[in-house]
């Protein structure tokens, strides 16, 4: 798990992290918290997300949250939750997202699922909280060494997906992370910035016990323990996220990960994404895409 001695102070700022209510959203949440930073827990379940709030202060007992009833895979409730938000917001955690579905699953507004909810869910939340963002307000999105096997096609986003469940994830991150790569871009000249960063191989057998969240054997903790020179747990995962949100050599357009091999676990370090993701044509017809096929001008 990332030092609290290697993150500064955060008291008086608020940072949205979605879907803090698990994974590496609920340590990322927890890592901040602890720093004195206000976190808002961005989640689909207010039910979920309570559960997160109490594990989180029964360990950070002074801890200043907030729970957002969001659900990313539904455009009505995107526009709700920012409308809903009135406290200037100096980060946003673009973490919720789907990482397995059928292939013919959709979101409610008939949207691929995983792109909908990982990529597109995102980018119209960011576009509709234009209002509260901090003048130098910091976006990161969660990224996935998965990316990497994946083929952006922006005029094809919106119809079925028909290949295999990791490429579709891949995809799905993809997009995210160009979306990310094009906002940033388009922030230039402003305090504003926007990056990405993944968490490498990260699993719940390695992650500390947390109340309500995923439960473990201590059997299969024992024998995960065997991996841990190869992967990481959830909470150290997480560390290249709060990085690049909190770090103060983290830059607009950077993408941060594991420093160890194949940066599957590791100290957060920048790393290389893929050309596609970066690149400025695909990211503006990508921008395009996304508008159109959730209805939201992202006005920069």
């Not at 801890?63 to 659900?71: K, N, P, Y």
């Not at 960011?126 to 922006?154: E, M």
């Not at 799905?172 to 388009?186: C, G, H, N, V």
Request: charged residues 20%.
């Amino acid at each position: 798990m990332l030092s609290s001695t290697a993150l500064p102070r955060l008291d008086g700022r608020t940072i949205l992290v979605t879907g803090a209510n698990a994974g590496i959203g609920y340590w990322c949440a927890e890592i901040l918290a602890a720093r004195g930073a206000r976190v808002l827990l961005g989640c689909r379940s207010v039910e979920r997300a309570e559960v997160a709030v109490s594990a989180i202060r029964a360990h950070v007992p002074d801890a200043d949250l907030s729970v957002v009833q969001v659900d990313l895979g539904s455009l009505a409730s995107i526009a709700a939750a920012a409308s809903a938000l009135h406290e200037r917001v100096d980060a946003v955690i673009c973490n919720a997202g789907v990482k397995a579905a059928d292939r013919a699953t959709r979101t409610v507004d008939g949207l691929d699922l995983m792109v909908g909810t990982n990529a597109l869910g995102h980018f119209a939340l960011l576009a509709q909280l234009g209002g509260v963002l901090a003048d130098d307000a910091r976006v990161v999105a969660v990224g996935s060494l998965a990316h990497r096997f994946a083929q952006i096609d922006p005029p094809t986003l919106a119809q079925p997906w028909t290949g295999a469940s990791l490429r579709q994830y891949g995809r799905s991150k993809a997009a995210l992370m160009a979306l990310t790569f094009e906002l940033d871009r388009r922030w230039r000249g402003t305090a504003r910035s926007a990056l990405c960063a993944h968490p490498g191989y990260a699993v719940d057998p390695l992650t500390p016990h947390r109340d309500g969240l995923a439960d473990v054997s201590s059997v299969t903790r024992a024998l995960a323990a065997l991996s841990r020179p190869l992967v990481q747990g959830k909470d150290a995962g997480a560390a290249p996220i709060v990085h690049a949100t909190v770090g103060a050599d983290a830059t607009g357009g950077d993408y941060w990960g594991p420093g160890g091999l194949l940066e599957f676990r590791g100290a957060p370090t920048r790393v290389r994404a893929s050309e596609q993701v970066r690149s400025r044509d695909v990211g503006a017809e990508l921008w395009s895409v996304a508008e159109e096929l959730t209805g939201v001008r992202f006005a920069v």
